[in-house]
């Protein structure tokens, strides 16, 4: 049985709906709670919902590094790739790009 398309459709399906999340969530802290959009520092408090950018910054670093742990792991003992640990790269890297996609659209520019 071949489950290469069904990881690949699983994991893509993951990180398309994890960028659309980390984007609504990012613009409802901005508009809602009144946040800004600024460029994100490892010295700010990640808990600070004024600067967003650095709370979905540390969560999306943090299920990388959770997902590769995960991976490494079950490959190691198991020889097969987990899914739970793929979900939890899949999360990290959406919520990174989200971060591009939501400055992009709340500052309004279009620079490449």
């Known amino acids: 049985m071949n489950t290469l398309p069904f990881i690949l459709q699983f994991t893509v399906g993951a990180l398309i709906g994890w960028i659309i999340f980390g984007t609504l969530i ?38 990388i590094i959770i997902g590769l742990g995960n991976v490494t792991g079950f490959f190691v003992e198991n020889s097969i790739v987990s899914l739970f640990g793929l979900q939890f790269i899949c999360t990290g890297i959406g919520f990174l790009i989200s971060m591009k996609v939501s400055e992009r659209i709340l500052t309004g520019t279009n620079k490449r």
Do not use: D
């Open 26 to 63: 990012l613009y409802a802290l901005i508009k809602f709670f009144g946040g800004t959009v600024t460029k994100p520092n490892w010295n700010n408090n990640p808990l600070n919902f004024k600067e967003p950018f650095n709370l979905i910054q540390f969560i999306g670093i943090g299920a």
